[in-house]
């Protein structure tokens, strides 16, 4: 099975009666806490002073934190772009730091960090808009699925396909039930 990670969260609400409720919801339903924190977080410094009417405060605000965050962004997708261009044709990361951590490890530390801690390697990706996906390459000592993640060029997402279902097919990954994983 492969996961294409994509800029949006894939996620369809089943609810929404017209179309702005339907995006509304399915963002508000999609969306972890830790991107949402992110979001609001973002807005919080872009409009800080709106309410108070400084309006040149804001602007400021703007160009501090919104077009620096563009430029970064930018700047990966460059790196990225200049990969490509030395005749790279796909990318090989690890996906996270470790196996997935039990719901009771995952609970231990706040969710925030944890989520910062897993997306490490996916939030490039995903800043730079580019086609990935993650292919399982190996049981952790835990008997957990560890996979890599596999990045294409830009509108290149079949070739990326080809290249992940060849890996995939030489791998061979065992498909095992994890039973009682939540309850550790």
Not at 101 to 125: G, K, L, N, S
Request: with cysteine; glycine share 6%; net charge negative.
């Amino acid at each position: 099975m492969y996961i294409i990670i994509i800029c949006y969260t894939g996620h369809r609400s089943s609810e929404g009666r017209s179309t702005e409720e339907l995006y509304a919801l399915s963002r508000h339903e999609g969306f972890l806490d830790t991107v949402r924190g992110r979001i609001l977080a973002g807005n919080y410094f872009l409009l800080e002073k709106l309410v108070s009417h400084e309006v040149d405060t804001c602007s400021k605000n703007y160009e501090r934190y919104f077009l620096h965050a563009q430029r970064v962004r930018r700047l990966i997708a460059q790196d990225f772009q200049a990969a490509f261009e030395d005749g790279v044709d796909v990318i090989v990361t690890p996906t996270t730091i470790s196996d997935s951590p039990t719901y009771a490890q995952f609970c231990e530390v706040d969710t925030r960090t944890q989520a910062e801690r897993q997306d490490i390697f996916t939030q490039p990706v995903n800043l730079a808009g580019l086609p990935a996906v993650v292919v399982p390459a190996m049981l952790s000592n835990r008997g957990l699925p560890i996979g890599i993640q596999l990045i294409g060029k830009c509108f290149q997402d079949q070739d990326l396909l080809t290249v992940a279902k060849w890996f995939e097919q030489q791998v061979q990954f065992p498909h095992h039930i994890i039973e009682d994983y939540f309850t550790d």
